[in-house]
């Protein structure tokens, strides 16, 4: 079965990248027809989605966070990463990496996520 497990620091700087992998086991990551997103969820607020990166390393982001936001993939480790440029308190969240599944751009769904690593951003 596959599981998804989120990591990385969890206390970041003030206009510093925020940096996370997310690691794959029972599964690869070059599966043509899943796609590997990155959701976060601030405290007491809800989802946002991030982005994904898909087939041929085709990446789409939240055009709110697309100027600050990088997606990409380590297939040799069956991992996927995020970095959050510039950050602000405001970034702050939940950070959750998800596999989606993806038949046609109308039939796709998130099924299966990480447990979630909180990242603060604070001095």
């Known amino acids: 079965q596959v599981q998804l497990q989120e990591s990385g620091p969890g206390l970041v700087k003030p206009s510093q990248t925020l940096s996370l992998t997310c690691t794959v086991s029972?599964?690869?990551?070059?599966?043509?027809?899943?796609?590997w997103n990155w959701i976060r969820q601030p405290p007491g607020k809800g989802l946002e989605w991030i982005g994904y990166?898909?087939?041929?390393?085709?990446?789409y982001y939240n055009p709110s966070l697309e100027s600050r936001a990088s997606i990409s993939r380590d297939t040799s480790n069956n991992q996927f990463s995020l970095q959050l440029s510039s950050v602000t308190p405001e970034d702050t969240a939940v950070y959750y990496c998800?596999?989606?599944?993806?038949?046609?751009?109308?039939?796709?769904?998130?099924?299966?996520w990480g447990q979630g690593t909180l990242v603060t951003v604070s001095s």
């Open positions: 998800a596999r989606e599944e993806v038949h046609n751009w109308y039939d796709r769904y998130l099924e299966v």
């Open positions: 029972g599964g690869s990551i070059t599966t043509n027809y899943y796609y």
């Open positions: 990166i898909g087939v041929g390393d085709s990446t």
